[in-house]
């Protein structure tokens, strides 16, 4: 099954936006009870690919559970880690989770994550919980850095165990109340 590959990083589209994809190596259509569902293998060679985000020039930037951040470009060629991702706590269902570039993504550079992380590095006594981080993202080429680093949201209960890290992050508009 395509959706359980460890190295590789499917992207599933209904059939009306089949087209708008690149046609890679690998695409499969799937019949489902919605309708015509497509999946087709962008990159080869990711560790557990969590998340990706679409970099303004077309570029994904994709989060690995293992706590690698890379940008893999529109051919499918898969750069380097980028520096600065914060130590993640990378086992069962935990690691880097999702990402959510920032609505002003091309002037700010801000970007944020979300990651398991252990308790010891977030000065916590045992266990560990989801964090979620805030930081500007400098890219040269396919790699790139996390700077201006500030975690915004932390579990104040940490777990002991390794299951249920679950985390999407959505970024909406802000609503001023007077």
């Known amino acids: 099954m395509i959706h359980r590959s460890p190295s590789r990083l499917p992207v599933f589209a209904g059939a009306a ?9 690998m695409a499969r259509t799937i019949d489902t009870s919605a309708g015509p569902l497509t999946a087709t293998v962008l990159a080869e060679g990711l560790d557990h690919p969590r998340a990706l985000g679409f970099l303004p020039d077309g570029r994904m930037l994709v989060s690995e559970r293992s706590g690698q ?5 529109q051919d499918g060629s898969v ?10 706590a990378a086992r069962g269902q935990g690691g880097l989770l999702d990402l959510a570039l920032a609505p002003d993504f091309a002037e700010s550079g801000r970007i944020y994550l979300s990651f ?3 308790a010891e590095d977030a000065g916590m006594p045992r266990g560990r ?14 790699s790139g850095a996390l700077s201006e680093q500030n975690v915004i949201f932390r579990m ?3 777990t002991g165990t390794s299951l249920h890290y679950g985390s999407r992050i959505v970024i909406g508009r802000m609503a001023i109340c007077s």
């Not at 936006?17 to 190596?25: G, Y």
């Not at 750069?79 to 993640?88: F, K, N, Y």
């Open 116 to 118: 398991a992380e252990r």
């Open 69 to 73: 951040l890379r940008v893999v470009d």
């Open 129 to 142: 919980g989801t964090a979620v981080l805030s930081a500007t993202l400098s890219l040269e080429g396919d």
């Open 17 to 25: 936006l089949a087209p708008v994809l690149a046609a890679p190596a």
């Open 156 to 158: 104040n209960n940490f």
């Open 79 to 88: 750069g380097a880690p980028i520096e600065g991702v914060p130590r993640v």
